[in-house]
């Protein structure tokens, strides 16, 4: 079975702050892509980075960056200097075979001025 | 930047009645999907769509629901007789081919509330 976990319900962090969002998963498959998804209060989901899991070295996009450990089939979400327009739900994400995007609950960031 | 459109935003029906959302995806995507995510939980596949077929679908995609493209734009998921569980934000994702690498792009939604 596929299942993504995200342990952490709620967050807070400080504007210009770091923080950290934590997203376990379990999968048989060797070859599989992770991806964080935003959902601020408008509804969308947007995609924020994505890891491709052949790849050793972890994704960074800007302010965004992941920790990657396949072994321990973990992807964590890294924001640094966190802005307030940061603040949404944030799913973690990943596909295996086939193109079902498994989803997990998903963790509410808030960024407090 | 190209984005996939959803109409309407909101649904208000009463439970027994037909409904359809729309989809418009990106012009030159060829794989679309349906999600939904019931209010306070995680986002459920539905469907995926491609060559004007269903390739694949969850167990949540009973014989209430099809999609189609009828006019070869327009990406259309059906609810033939609604139940009250059937309330929630529905999202259509659209990706440019059939590899994992390739994210899906999603709309807006479409809360619908059954009543």
């Known amino acids: 079975a596929q299942t993504v976990t995200q342990s952490q319900p709620e967050m807070s962090v400080q504007e210009a702050e770091t923080v950290t969002l934590s997203c376990t998963y379990d999968?048989?498959?060797?070859?599989?892509?992770l991806f964080w998804y935003k959902q601020p209060p408008s509804r969308q989901m947007i995609l924020v980075i994505r890891?491709?899991?052949?790849?050793?070295q972890n994704a960074t996009e800007n302010r965004f960056s992941v920790n990657f450990q396949k072994a321990a089939k973990s992807f964590s979400l890294k924001i640094s200097d966190s802005q307030l327009g940061d603040t949404a739900m944030y799913f973690c994400?990943?596909?295996?075979?086939?193109?079902?995007?498994?989803f997990g609950t998903g963790t509410s960031l808030t960024v407090i001025p | 930047e190209p984005e996939v459109t959803q109409t309407p935003s909101h649904q208000v029906t009463q439970m027994g009645q037909e409904v359809i959302l729309r989809c418009v995806p990106i012009s030159n995507h060829l794989y679309f999907y349906w999600y939904r995510q019931i209010l306070g939980q995680k986002v459920e596949f539905l469907v995926s769509?491609?060559?004007?077929?269903?390739?694949?679908k969850s167990e949540i995609f009973d014989d209430q629901f099809s999609v189609e493209r009828p006019d070869g734009s327009n990406f259309t998921l059906k609810i033939r007789s609604t139940k009250l569980e059937d309330s929630a934000m529905y999202f259509c994702a659209t990706q440019l081919d059939n590899g994992g690498n390739q994210p899906q792009h999603f709309g807006d939604g479409t809360r619908l509330s059954i009543l």
């Open positions: 890891q491709e899991a052949y790849k050793q």
């Open positions: 999968t048989s498959e060797n070859n599989y892509y």
């Open positions: 994400a990943f596909i295996p075979t086939g193109n079902q995007f498994y």
């Open positions: 769509f491609y060559n004007n077929e269903i390739s694949e």
